[in-house]
């Protein structure tokens, strides 16, 4: 399986946007230089206020440009970076990834994926139901979370658009992802 990154985009703050950039430097074990979600604890505001002291499992958000896709033809205009992903990627069916896929992107960093993102009440902040048009169900009912998926950083290195992405899936037997 192989993919390519077609945008990555960074916030020194806690914010939903965050802005496209030309590169974006991966660290080991903490997430992307320059992010308020970079470090070895939790930093999403929530998640800290229950439990600080957890580990960073959303070091890194990656969305798959087909979802904005499907975005755009449900009539929403959402261009990459506006859902707080750090990477957008093209090619990948990311939410059909086990937990444990590690991806290699460009020519050094490798991301390990944790889970998937629950998608929150701020995405109508930026279009009315938006929350809403990234979940859905499947025929038993179960919802299903279509925001993208978290990780954390394994190696580090500069990833850019144009980088190919390599997935590496897990030994054993997969376990699906869920929300982290």
Same mark, same amino acid.
């Given at each position: 399986?192989?993919?390519?990154?077609?945008?990555?985009?960074?916030?020194?703050?806690?914010?939903?946007?965050?802005?496209?950039?030309?590169?974006?430097?991966?660290?080991?074990?903490?997430?992307?230089?320059?992010?308020?979600?970079?470090?070895?604890?939790?930093?999403?505001?929530?998640?800290?206020?229950?439990?600080?002291?957890?580990?960073?499992?959303?070091?890194?958000?990656?969305?798959?440009?087909?979802?904005?896709?499907?975005?755009?033809?449900?009539?929403?205009?959402?261009?990459?970076?506006?859902?707080?992903?750090?990477?957008?990627?093209?090619?990948?069916?990311?939410?059909?990834?086990?937990?444990?896929?590690?991806?290699?992107?460009?020519?050094?960093?490798?991301?390990?994926?944790?889970?998937?993102?629950?998608?929150?009440?701020?995405?109508?902040?930026?279009?009315?139901?938006?929350?809403?048009?990234?979940?859905?169900?499947?025929?038993?009912?179960?919802?299903?979370?279509?925001?993208?998926?978290?990780?954390?950083?394994?190696?580090?290195?500069?990833?850019?658009?144009?980088?190919?992405?390599?997935?590496?899936?897990?030994?054993?037997? =997969?376990?699906?992802?869920? =929300?982290?």
């Amino acid at each position: 399986m192989q993919g390519s990154v077609i945008a990555v985009s960074v916030s020194a703050t806690h914010t939903m946007r965050k802005a496209n950039t030309a590169r974006i430097e991966l660290v080991e074990g903490l997430g992307i230089q320059g992010d308020a979600h970079m470090g070895e604890t939790v930093k999403h505001r929530s998640r800290v206020s229950r439990d600080p002291s957890q580990p960073n499992l959303r070091q890194v958000h990656l969305i798959h440009a087909e979802l904005l896709d499907e975005l755009t033809g449900a009539g929403f205009e959402v261009e990459p970076g506006r859902m707080g992903e750090n990477i957008t990627t093209r090619g990948l069916d990311l939410l059909a990834l086990p937990a444990g896929t590690k991806l290699r992107i460009g020519e050094r960093a490798i991301i390990e994926v944790t889970g998937l993102r629950n998608p929150c009440l701020q995405l109508n902040g930026i279009a009315p139901g938006l929350m809403n048009a990234v979940l859905d169900r499947d025929t038993e009912g179960n919802v299903i979370r279509k925001a993208g998926v978290m990780g954390i950083v394994i190696a580090g290195g500069n990833v850019k658009p144009g980088d190919s992405i390599l997935v590496e899936l897990p030994y054993g037997t =997969p376990s699906p992802l869920k =929300p982290v």
